[in-house]
């Protein structure tokens, strides 16, 4: 039977879109799930050719969802290829011992895709038959059939040469993906440490801690301000009354000057007076006698 549709089944998005573009180049339309149980779900309204089967998922795991197809009368006939990192001789009887058909190993690449889609696609008992060609073949036959040959390894190489592209291009993204996580988790905490900081910064208790030497500072600037304009108005209010002292004084000496010269001048009069008397007695009493 030819092998047109397929259903991948896989926790990965990464895995089931690398194996949906394989398929693809080979004209194989497929479908994708996540989980066994989605794939039991898809398998009730829809009929594939082929399915791929991924073995550890959350859940239902893929050889015992691989057991329910082949029990199940409706999808017995579907062969089913576990896709999984798993190998070996050993893990291919066990994954033959639960209804699989084969093992597709991750990460997979086209030659193997192509090699289990070619191991699947063998003619049915109903298949057309092409009808035999004689003995003969004609020169241009075998051009034909050569350059079939070379076209299909030189599509075969494209393959190749694409699907490791995908798996180079996928590791790329995969790993720009990791350090985009590793920046982003160190911008988080470089985040969460300077909030932590700020937090702390905006205390009152660290605040006051933080500008006491300013403020001390600052006080004892006012204060020497302060002290020294008090000094000012002192000197200013003492040098005021030193001039009023030294006035009242100066005016206190004036007058006590012209009294002085006043009194002198009465007691000059007075002796002038007293002397005139004396004289004038002295002369009476010499004329009595």
Same mark, same amino acid.
């Given at each position: 039977? *030819?092998?047109?549709?397929? $259903?991948?089944?896989?926790?990965?998005?990464?895995?089931?879109?690398?194996?949906?573009?394989?398929?693809?180049?080979?004209?194989?339309?497929?479908? *994708?799930?996540? +989980? *066994?149980?989605?794939?039991?779900? #898809?398998?009730?309204?829809?009929?594939?050719?082929?399915? #791929?089967?991924?073995?550890?998922?959350?859940?239902?795991?893929?050889?015992?969802?691989?057991?329910?197809?082949?029990?199940? =009368?409706?999808?017995?006939?579907? =062969?089913? /290829?576990?896709?999984?990192?798993?190998?070996?001789?050993?893990? #291919?009887? @066990?994954?033959? %011992?639960?209804?699989?058909?084969?093992?597709?190993?991750? =990460?997979?690449?086209?030659?193997?895709?192509?090699?289990?889609?070619? +191991?699947?696609?063998?003619?049915?008992?109903?298949?057309?038959?092409?009808?035999?060609?004689?003995?003969? /073949?004609?020169?241009?036959?075998?051009?034909?059939?050569?350059?079939?040959? $070379?076209?299909?390894?030189?599509?075969?190489?494209?393959?190749?040469?694409?699907?490791?592209?995908? %798996? +180079?291009?996928?590791?790329?993204?995969?790993?720009? +993906?990791?350090?985009?996580?590793?920046?982003?988790?160190? @911008?988080?905490?470089?985040?969460?440490?300077?909030?932590?900081?700020?937090?702390?910064?905006?205390?009152?208790?660290?605040?006051?801690?933080?500008?006491? =030497?300013?403020?001390?500072?600052?006080?004892?600037?006012? *204060?020497?301000?302060?002290?020294?304009?008090?000094?000012?108005?002192?000197?200013?209010?003492?040098?005021?009354?030193?001039?009023? %002292?030294?006035?009242? /004084?100066?005016?206190?000496?004036? %007058?006590?000057?012209?009294?002085?010269?006043?009194?002198?001048?009465?007691?000059?009069?007075?002796?002038?007076? @007293?002397?005139?008397?004396?004289?004038?007695?002295?002369?009476?009493?010499?004329?009595? @006698?």
């Amino acid at each position: 039977m *030819a092998i047109k549709n397929a $259903l991948v089944v896989d926790d990965s998005k990464s895995a089931r879109m690398m194996l949906q573009r394989l398929l693809g180049r080979m004209n194989v339309k497929a479908e *994708a799930v996540e +989980s *066994a149980e989605a794939a039991l779900l #898809f398998l009730d309204k829809s009929q594939p050719d082929v399915i #791929f089967m991924d073995h550890m998922m959350p859940g239902m795991d893929g050889l015992e969802a691989t057991q329910l197809i082949k029990s199940n =009368p409706k999808t017995s006939t579907i =062969p089913t /290829i576990m896709y999984t990192s798993k190998e070996g001789e050993e893990y #291919f009887d @066990i994954a033959r %011992s639960h209804g699989a058909e084969g093992v597709l190993a991750k =990460p997979a690449n086209q030659e193997a895709v192509m090699a289990v889609i070619e +191991s699947l696609d063998e003619p049915a008992a109903n298949d057309e038959r092409e009808t035999s060609q004689p003995d003969g /073949i004609a020169l241009v036959e075998v051009d034909k059939l050569v350059q079939k040959h $070379l076209k299909l390894a030189i599509t075969e190489a494209k393959a190749e040469i694409a699907a490791g592209l995908d %798996s +180079s291009t996928q590791q790329l993204q995969s790993a720009q +993906s990791h350090q985009l996580e590793q920046i982003q988790s160190q @911008i988080r905490q470089q985040y969460e440490t300077l909030q932590t900081e700020l937090k702390k910064s905006l205390d009152p208790q660290s605040i006051y801690k933080a500008t006491l =030497p300013l403020n001390q500072r600052l006080a004892a600037a006012v *204060a020497d301000k302060v002290n020294k304009k008090a000094a000012d108005d002192l000197v200013t209010v003492v040098r005021t009354n030193k001039a009023e %002292s030294e006035a009242l /004084i100066a005016s206190q000496n004036q %007058s006590l000057q012209k009294q002085i010269k006043e009194a002198s001048q009465k007691a000059m009069l007075t002796g002038a007076i @007293i002397g005139g008397c004396v004289g004038l007695l002295a002369a009476v009493v010499s004329k009595l @006698i």
